[in-house]
């Protein structure tokens, strides 16, 4: 039975333009960021609207959809 989940080498990315520790750097941080957004820290910061770090990456990323 195999596991769950992504085993090293695996998740193979070509990118024009990126070199592979670009892209292990940017996959990095991507799952911190989930990690964090699907923390209690994050859910009472929402809560209280002192969370930054997410929202910001939100706006952000409306701005470049218009």
């Known amino acids: 039975m195999s596991e ?9 990315v070509k ?4 070199q592979e520790e670009e892209i292990d ?9 989930n990690k964090y957004r699907k923390s209690n820290l994050f859910a009472v910061k929402m809560m209280d ?3 930054d770090i997410i929202s910001s990456l939100i706006e952000e ?3 470049l959809n218009l």
């Open 4 to 12: 769950g989940g992504f085993q090293e080498g695996d998740f193979d």
């Open 15 to 18: 990118i024009e333009g990126m």
């Open 25 to 33: 750097a940017l996959l990095k941080k991507y799952k911190r960021l």
């Open 49 to 51: 609207g002192t969370e």
């Open 61 to 63: 990323a409306e701005d």
